[in-house]
């Protein structure tokens, strides 16, 4: 279980347009994401994961914001922005973009959708990642407008999500790519429709344009859900570790380069075209590591409240890194965890202690994810 | 009182070093602020707000996150962050700094601390301003450096604050003048000592910078104050309407300039240096406003619950503007608001009808504060 106090409602923090549904249909507690309540859990995060497992389910993602880049220099800006190579990102395509600083530190990671030649979304990760393109285009004098544009995800996951996905907007919707996407309007809803992945499971994102319509959206696909065994999820936490999936802010921040957590494939120093942090990273990867972000397997019995922050792990009582999120994984049977050790000790295999405020926890680190994401 | 849900704790959002205190002294409610767990109530915003005029409070604000600009260019770059002149603040004084993006869109509104010649920090309010100044500065070539700090505030507030501060610290507290600020060591506890102001209450600030000593440097208070009515408290909504203090994101934000908001007076446009905003904010003053934030008084019976978000105001069945922030203030027996109008009708003595979810509120509108700041 999640350790819980009181959230205070108030109009400094936004209510997404699907807010009402998540009260309507049971949403239990909230967490703040970019500025708004994001609801994180309905009948507790393992009876959650097991419901998502066995149906589908609709996560209110409000709380992802869009950066638009539109103008003339749009493309060459996003590529400035991030060590992704996006040149052979096409029209109606989706690519997931870590950006760093100019220290090569991670600043946000977002998934770029390319909406126009002269068009890209960033679909933003916990943090005002705007502030930071708005300083940069106005400084390096690049030709764009850099708005936030009224646009409001919802995702729908699960083994039985394209079921409802063709059922609702048609059976086009079954020949979506991994990561592309279409404009759709659906009986006055307009949306971008994409297949998307934040786990290993089948997953669908709807970006709704236009926020007054988020709890019509939302129970469209309700109904239309009733007998796929429909449920209301979030971002689940147990999902995302057997994944591999790094939250920005909860496993990695900006004290961590793209190298240490396992995002080299992301990183293309060799091509033509500048971008923040080129000469960082150029340097990091000669250098070579310090520290390593790898997977972990807890012994001893099911996990059954979730670490609050990162706990200290030792090897020989000596501190070597830190344990950044762990749960108990019902499919695998075995508690799993995130650790960023130094990088003598970053190997699969390795027997380590992690200090957790209770006791001390014997952990063997394995490579990751344990279950990999459905792709074409 | 205000409505909640559950919160849920998670390595994603960071507690402030005074987080174990707030709990051991009761703290029920909490909202999401920069990134961080913020305590909002204790016993009830009433029944809090009554105990800090009979004494004096902690209220940890360790959320407001500091972004610190050193080097060469420091002042040079601030000056081109704010609207308002820094060129008369001194080395140990704090000004109230506005930030506006090239629109005159209100970014932040931060305090701002001179350090030293090169050297400022800017306190800010909800929202990631690093990340802007850092864009700002790389695309303008300041030579400086920004960061955050190893900074944690906690404020000192109510009628016997100068009494607790100088017990512990030394008589010299009571001789700081309003918004100016010395460095101190108490028992191996580093931090900046300021005389500050939320509210018309007397209210020092504690800048800590050391984060490991957040719970020690409480206790040291706590213990000196048990004969001066001590009790544990947050920025409080009924002091803060009562003093026309604005808050960002709930009451402003960048749809909003600097003019419309009252903040006319930190705003000098004849000053010869250039900052962010300048010919956008020059041609709105121009132009004139075409809305204006003002006070309303509600009539009825006291209110018991706050808004969670902003709503319609009307004259003649027609929708002129909105209400942002209502309470019930004890002392003056008076709900009292806040309303952005339309700016034919922002006038004082003027009919409203405030449209809440349950009913139909007549409200009149008044000039703000209601009541004034101490200042020397």
Redesign the interface.
Known sequence: M??????????????TPYFDSTIKYG???????N?MYMP??YEGPVEDYKKLLNGVQLWDVGVERQVQIKGPDAEALSQFLTPRNIKKCSIGQAMYTPLV??KGGL?NDPVMLKIDADCFWFSVS????I??????A????FDVEVDEPDVSPLQVQGPNSTKLMTKVFGDWVSDLGFYKFKEFNHQGIPMIIARMGYSKELCYELFLQDHSKGNELWEILWQAGQDLNISPGSPN?ILRVEGGIL?????IDRTNNPYEVGLDWAIDLDQEDDFIGKDALRAISLKGLEKKLIGAEIQGDPMTV?????WPVLIDGKRVGSM??AVYSPRLNKNICYVILDIEHAASGQEIIISSPEEELIAITVDIPWLNRVRD
Chains 1, 2 share one sequence.
């Open positions: 999640f350790k819980t106090s009181k959230v205070v409602f108030s109009p400094r923090v936004r209510k949403a239990q507690s909230f967490s703040v994401y500025h994180v859990s600083d100019f600043l916990d943090g005002d990642l502030l930071w393109v708005q300083g940069i106005a400084g390096y004098k936490i939250s920005y802010l909860a496993d979730f670490n609050e922050e990162s950044n999120a």
